[in-house]
């Protein structure tokens, strides 16, 4: 009876364990819906802005800034910013382990060395591992809500582009998981600074004339900045669009895994009963077998 007792007491914890992970899956399902939803107007405002951008380039405006817009003014590069957005919590399968493998095979791609590289931290598995293996990991790593919004990260990308224009980096790229659906993802990687003009003719151009004041020059010089913002922002709010679907796999893989392990619990008491109660009718069958005699 002791064994059944043990059984017993491990299909009651696993089914306690399958009530955790089944609701830390319906909470991540929840949170991805919802970022899906804020960050929706943002991606229109991105798309214009890109286009903007785009069509200003093809008319040759950026040689008239070259040298007034740090963004597109190329240097010597002797620090590389390498922005690295994990997550502060775990409970996400592989999501950061990917992560940080991939992004150490592109810094060895690179060339780069603990000496070269910068590592500014958004989430704290990332800056926990990087600073555990000696590489200089720019204050605390960032922490931001679960539903971002451009307002709650206007300040920390206003600070990570400062980093370029006070020369305190040369170079700036950004490594993240790309949500591609609720099952699938893939690295994502690009360098972000300097801005080259094959990475800002990429966008459609704007076929509708404009009138521009006070000149082109002048709003191109006022857009670069706005749009390295913007995909900064777009890169932070999919990766945490990725980390609550990567959430979401791992606690429902979790959850699959108990139900499994409950079945196998529950298939292994009942024969554990059946043998116990076939030993007792034996034994009693003897019992009385031995008074007849």
């Known amino acids: 009876m002791a064994n059944l007792q043990d059984i017993k007491r491990r299909m009651s914890s696993v089914?306690?364990?399958?009530?955790?992970?089944?609701?830390?899956?319906?909470?991540?399902?929840?949170?991805?819906?919802?970022?899906?939803?804020?960050?929706?107007?943002?991606?229109?405002?991105?798309?214009g802005l890109q286009q903007i951008v785009g069509h200003l380039i093809r008319q040759k405006v950026l040689e008239q800034v070259a040298g007034e817009v740090p963004f597109v003014t190329a240097r010597d590069v002797k620090k590389t910013g390498m922005l690295v957005i994990t997550t502060d919590r775990g409970l996400v399968g592989s999501y950061n382990s990917m992560v940080i493998k991939q992004t150490n095979a592109l810094m060895a791609d690179l060339g780069l060395t603990r000496d070269d590289?910068?590592?500014?931290?958004?989430?704290?598995?990332?800056?926990?591992?990087?600073?555990?293996?000696?590489?200089?990991?720019?204050?605390?790593?960032i922490s931001l809500p679960d539903i971002v919004t451009y307002e709650d990260v206007r300040e920390v990308v206003v600070q990570i582009t400062?980093?370029?224009?006070?020369?305190?980096?040369?170079?700036?790229?950004?490594?993240?998981?790309?949500?591609?659906?609720?099952?699938?993802?893939?690295?994502?990687?690009?360098?972000?600074?300097?801005l080259t003009v094959e990475s800002l003719v990429t966008t459609d151009a704007?076929?509708?004339?404009?009138?521009?004041?006070?000149?082109?020059?002048?709003?191109?010089?006022?857009?670069?900045?706005?749009?390295?913002?913007?995909?900064?922002?777009?890169?932070?709010?999919?990766?945490?669009?990725?980390?609550?679907?990567?959430r979401s796999n791992a606690m429902r893989g979790a959850t699959e895994n108990a139900d499994d392990l409950n079945n196998k619990l529950r298939l292994t008491y009942n024969r554990a009963r059946q043998a116990a109660i076939t030993t007792e009718i034996t034994e009693i069958t003897a019992g009385m077998a031995a008074l007849e005699d």
């Open 15 to 47: 089914k306690s364990t399958r009530k955790i992970t089944s609701a830390m899956q319906m909470v991540a399902t929840a949170k991805l819906m919802q970022i899906h939803k804020a960050t929706h107007g943002f991606d229109e405002y991105a798309n």
């Open 117 to 141: 590289v910068v590592i500014i931290a958004v989430g704290r598995k990332g800056a926990d591992y990087y600073r555990g293996a000696g590489y200089e990991v720019l204050g605390n790593e």
């Open 162 to 194: 400062d980093l370029y224009t006070d020369g305190q980096i040369d170079a700036l790229h950004i490594a993240y998981n790309h949500y591609v659906n609720r099952l699938a993802n893939e690295f994502a990687h690009r360098q972000l600074l300097p």
């Open 206 to 246: 704007v076929t509708e004339m404009y009138e521009i004041e006070p000149d082109p020059a002048s709003v191109l010089k006022r857009l670069l900045p706005l749009y390295v913002q913007s995909l900064l922002f777009a890169a932070i709010a999919d990766a945490k669009t990725e980390e609550h679907a990567a």
